[in-house]
């Protein structure tokens, strides 16, 4: 079982940056993927950056890449979300979540999961709001 605690979200104005923070319970933190969605009023929860379980590799949504940056320390059971040039459009609840790795995948694999029934564990949200 892994318990996620989300925080950094706030209230920013269109064009500054935030960074985001998850830090995750538990022993085994480098064997699972990391994830941040976002969920903005009346629409589904959207799939924004994850990172793998070992090396730290990426992946983006198209809507972010270039802006934000995505990143693991593995010491510190922390994964974070570097959010810079900031838009109105990327306000929304942003989740952190946790996809345990599958044992047929060596800790060495890259796999990337960017669907929310991918993950395991999800966090409770942190609201980040952007004005314009």
């Known amino acids: 079982q892994v318990q996620l605690v989300e925080s950094g979200g706030g209230l920013v104005q269109a064009g500054g940056s935030l960074r985001l923070s998850c830090a995750a319970s538990?022993?085994?933190?480098?064997?699972?993927?990391m994830g941040w969605f976002r969920q903005a009023p009346g629409k589904e929860r959207e799939f924004v950056a994850t990172?793998?379980?070992?090396?730290?590799?990426?992946k983006y949504a198209d809507s972010v890449r270039g802006r934000f940056t995505i990143s693991r320390d593995n010491a510190k059971n922390t994964v974070y979300l570097q959010m810079n040039s900031l838009k109105p459009d990327d306000t929304a609840v942003y989740y952190c979540?946790?996809?345990?790795?599958?044992?047929?995948?060596?800790?060495?694999?890259?796999?990337?999961?960017?669907?929310?029934?991918?993950?395991?564990?999800w966090g409770q949200g942190t609201q980040v709001t952007v004005s314009s």
């Open positions: 538990g022993r085994t933190f480098s064997s699972y993927a």
């Open positions: 990172i793998t379980w070992n090396e730290g590799s990426t």
């Open positions: 979540a946790a996809k345990t790795r599958p044992s047929y995948y060596t800790a060495t694999a890259i796999v990337y999961y960017t669907s929310v029934y991918n993950y395991d564990y």
